[in-house]
């Protein structure tokens, strides 16, 4: 088992930034592709990120690239979503996930993700 609390959520502004933290505890937190998810209201769960077991190779979706930076510290059981840029449209719930399969199977597959936070909200004011 893993347990996933994520923090870091709040108000900001559009074209503003937040960072949200992700720690874990239980098992072995560098032995899990870690990603990071989003929902919207009325919107179906959507991929946002993820990044390798050792935090050498990660993938955005293309609506975050270059506005978000995901990054882990496996001394510190916990991953990171930077958020710059922020828009509107990125208000949603964001989770964290947690996947003990290679990254490449993990990917922006949820249903591989075995291990999920509570999700925290992330709200963009115009």
């Known amino acids: 088992q893993v347990q996933l609390v994520e923090s870091g959520g709040g108000l900001v502004q559009a074209g503003g930034s937040l960072r949200l933290s992700c720690a874990a505890s239980?098992?072995?937190?560098?032995?899990?592709?870690m990603g990071w998810f989003r929902q919207a209201p009325g919107k179906e769960r959507e991929f946002v990120t993820c990044?390798?077991?050792?935090?050498?190779?990660?993938y955005y979706d293309d609506s975050v690239k270059g506005r978000f930076t995901i990054s882990r510290d496996n001394a510190k059981n916990t991953v990171y979503l930077q958020m710059d840029s922020l828009k509107p449209e990125d208000t949603a719930v964001y989770y964290c996930?947690?996947?003990?399969?290679?990254?490449?199977?993990?990917?922006?597959?949820?249903?591989?993700?075995?291990?999920w936070g509570q999700g925290i909200q992330v709200t963009v004011s115009k």
């Open positions: 239980g098992r072995t937190f560098s032995n899990y592709v």
């Open positions: 990044i390798s077991s050792s935090g050498a190779t990660t």
């Open positions: 996930a947690a996947a003990s399969v290679p990254f490449r199977r993990a990917y922006d597959r949820a249903d591989e993700y075995a291990y």
